[in-house]
C-alpha cells in the first residue's frame, strides 16, 4: 500500500487506473486501438495536492460514430427489426436480465461515482440503488401500460386497437452530476419501448459506465444498445447531421440541444426528450419557520455543492426577516464540514470540473465589484480543487450571479417587500423548473400557489426543490425542459400511439378474432402480463 494512501478506506482506494479499451457497437465489445482520453479525479490521494490518475477512455470522432448510429438504424430496421416487433414480455425479460446483471456492478459504480464526479459514499450508493428501483419500477409501469392497452374499442362502426410504439432510433446524452441514474431515465423507458438507442456517456462520470458494458451486450440484441465514448462535438455531431435520429435524448445545457438540434437536417422530424438547466429560486416569507426554512435552503443550495439542475439558485428573503435569516444561514453554511466522499458525515466534497472554483470566484469578483458582500466568514476560501461556498447579498439583476445558473457552491440572496417583486422575476426569467415555497399562512400561501403553479412545474411547500419521487412528473418551461420524465411520463415521452382500425363488419371481425386466436401478430393481441 502506498504510504500516502492511508487515509483513504482500503476498499476505496484506486489501486490499479482502468484503462478502457473495448466499446459496445452491434452487439460485440469492439477492441479500441486509438487514440484514448485521460481520466482524472480532483481528489488527491496524495498528502501533497495532485489530482489522481484513474486512467483512460476512448477518445472516438466520426467513424466511430457513424458506426454505432448504422447499428442503431439496421437493428430499428425501418420498424421491421427484431426489438421493435418483439413482444413487450420478451423485451421485459431483456431489462430484467439487465438489472440483475447491473447489480453485481454496484461497489464498483459507486467507488467511481465518488472518484469521477466528488458524490459522497451514501449520495452515491443512493444513486445506484435510486437507478435499479427506477428500471424495476418502469417495468411494472409498462407492464400497466400494457395491459391498459389489451383491449378494443368501437366509436362511429369503427373497431381499433390503440397501442404505444416506438419512435425510432435515439441519441441519448447524459450528465455529469447524475452520470448513472439521470442517463438512465432517459436511456431505460427509450429502449424499453422498442426503441434502439446510441449513448455516450458525459466527459466527467465516463468510467463509471464501462461495468455495465457487458451486460447492455449480454441482455439486449445486438445493436439496440451502442455505447461510443469521446468528445459531444466529435461524436454527436455527426450523427445528428445524417438526420437518421428520430429523438435526442439529453440532459444538460439548452446551448448543446440547440446546437445538436440545428445540425438536424430535417429537425421537425426530430422528437425532443430534454432536461436543462434551472435558476430555481426560494421565497422565504415574513411567517416561515426559520429553522425548518434554513435546514431546506442548505440542503436545496448546497446538496452536491448546489450542482443539481434542481437546486436552490437564487433565495429572495422578506425583508421583514432577511436579517435573522441572513445571520443564522450564513452561520449554517460554514458549519458544513468539508472532506472526501467517504468520509462520515461529510457534505462538501471536491468539485470534479477542475477549472469551476475560478468561474465561481469570478462570480463573486463581479457581484462584490457591484455592492454585494459575502455574509459567511468562510465564503470564497480557496481550497486546491474546492471554494468555499459564499452566502452573497445583496444581490441586483445586473450581476452574473443572478443571472446565469452557478451550477456550484455560492448562494445569491435578494430581499423584497412585495411579493410581485420574485414572481415578476420568475415571469421574465428563461427559466421554469421549480420554487420552494417557505410559510404558514393559507391566506398568503392560496394565491401565491396559483400563480407560481403557471410559472415553473413543481412548487415545494416548506421544502427543497428535488427531482423524485421518481413516480411524480419531472419536467419544466421555457428553456428548462421538454417533454417530461418519470416512470409513467417517460415511457409516453419515447413512444407514440399507434393502432389498426377496422370498420365493423363480417370480414374484418373474423380477421380480428383469428389474429387474436392464432396470437400470430404481437401487435394485435389481448395478452397482457399480470
Not at 87 to 115: G, H, N
Not at 195 to 218: H, M, S, W, Y
Not at 436 to 451: E, H, N, Q, R
Request: aromatic content about 8%.
Amino acid at each position: 500500500m502506498n504510504k500516502e494512501n492511508t487515509a483513504i478506506p482500503s476498499e476505496f482506494q484506486i489501486n490499479n487506473p482502468i484503462h478502457q479499451k473495448h466499446y459496445l457497437v452491434d452487439g460485440e465489445l469492439k477492441k479500441w486501438n486509438g487514440e484514448s482520453a485521460d481520466v482524472y479525479s480532483t481528489i488527491s490521494s496524495t498528502k501533497t495536492y495532485a489530482p489522481t490518475f484513474l486512467g483512460s477512455a476512448p477518445d472516438m470522432g466520426e467513424p466511430e460514430a457513424l458506426n454505432a448510429l448504422e447499428a442503431a438504424v439496421k437493428a430499428y430496421g425501418k420498424g421491421q427489426g427484431t426489438w421493435p416487433t418483439m413482444r413487450v414480455r420478451d423485451r421485459i425479460e431483456c431489462m430484467e436480465q439487465f438489472v440483475e446483471k447491473m447489480k453485481t456492478k454496484r461497489e464498483e459504480v459507486v467507488k467511481l461515482l465518488m472518484w469521477e464526479i466528488g458524490k459522497t459514499y451514501p449520495d452515491s450508493l443512493k444513486e445506484f440503488d435510486r437507478t435499479v428501483d427506477y428500471i424495476y419500477d418502469t417495468i411494472e409501469e409498462y407492464k400497466t401500460l400494457d395491459r391498459d392497452s389489451a383491449k378494443f374499442e368501437k366509436h362511429a362502426e369503427v373497431m381499433a386497437h390503440i397501442r404505444r410504439g416506438p419512435l425510432g432510433v435515439v441519441l441519448c446524452l447524459g450528465p455529469y452530476n447524475y452520470p448513472l441514474n439521470e442517463t438512465f431515465c432517459l436511456l431505460i423507458p427509450a429502449i424499453l419501448m422498442g426503441n434502439t438507442a446510441v449513448f455516450k456517456p458525459a466527459k466527467i462520470g465516463v468510467l463509471l459506465i464501462t461495468p455495465l458494458l457487458e451486460a447492455f451486450q449480454e441482455s439486449f440484441p445486438k445493436g439496440v444498445v451502442n455505447v461510443v465514448f469521446g468528445r459531444g462535438r466529435a461524436i454527436a455531431g455527426p450523427i445528428m447531421k445524417t438526420g437518421k435520429v428520430d429523438v435526442l435524448a439529453l440532459i444538460g445545457h439548452s446551448s448543446s440541444a440547440n446546437a445538436l438540434q440545428e445540425q438536424h437536417p430535417k429537425s421537425n422530424r426530430l422528437r425532443l426528450v430534454l432536461g436543462l438547466e434551472a435558476k430555481n429560486p426560494g421565497i422565504v416569507l415574513p411567517d416561515a419557520d426559520l429553522d425548518l426554512t434554513i435546514n431546506e435552503c442548505l440542503a436545496g443550495t448546497l446538496s452536491f455543492n448546489g450542482q443539481r439542475c434542481t437546486a436552490l439558485k437564487v433565495l429572495y428573503v422578506h425583508d421583514d426577516i432577511k436579517d435573522e435569516f441572513n445571520g443564522r444561514f450564513s452561520e449554517a453554511v460554514d458549519k458544513l464540514p468539508f472532506g472526501n466522499p467517504w468520509d462520515e458525515g461529510v457534505k462538501l466534497t471536491p468539485l470534479p470540473e477542475p477549472q469551476k472554483p475560478e468561474y465561481i470566484q469570478e462570480l463573486l469578483d463581479d457581484a462584490v465589484s457591484k455592492g454585494a458582500r459575502i455574509l459567511n466568514k468562510k465564503g470564497g476560501k480557496h481550497f486546491d480543487n474546492y471554494i468555499w461556498p459564499a452566502v452573497v447579498y445583496p444581490v441586483t439583476k445586473d450581476m452574473r450571479v443572478y443571472e446565469e445558473e452557478q451550477f456550484g457552491p455560492i448562494i445569491p440572496i435578494l430581499s423584497f417587500d412585495d411579493i410581485e417583486q420574485p414572481l415578476d422575476d420568475m415571469a421574465e426569467s428563461n427559466y421554469g423548473q421549480q420554487v420552494s415555497l417557505f410559510g404558514k399562512d393559507v391566506y398568503a400561501l392560496a394565491p401565491l400557489i396559483d400563480t407560481l403553479a403557471n410559472l415553473v412545474c413543481r412548487v415545494n411547500l416548506n421544502s427543497s426543490c428535488q427531482r423524485g419521487p421518481d413516480v411524480y412528473p419531472f419536467t419544466g418551461r421555457k428553456d428548462s425542459a421538454v417533454a417530461t420524465l418519470s416512470v409513467h411520463d417517460a415511457l409516453r415521452s419515447f413512444s407514440i400511439r399507434t393502432f389498426v382500425a377496422s370498420k365493423d363488419n363480417e370480414l374484418n371481425n373474423e380477421i380480428l378474432e383469428k389474429l387474436l386466436e392464432t396470437r400470430l401478430s404481437n401487435f394485435v393481441s389481448t395478452d397482457y402480463i399480470l
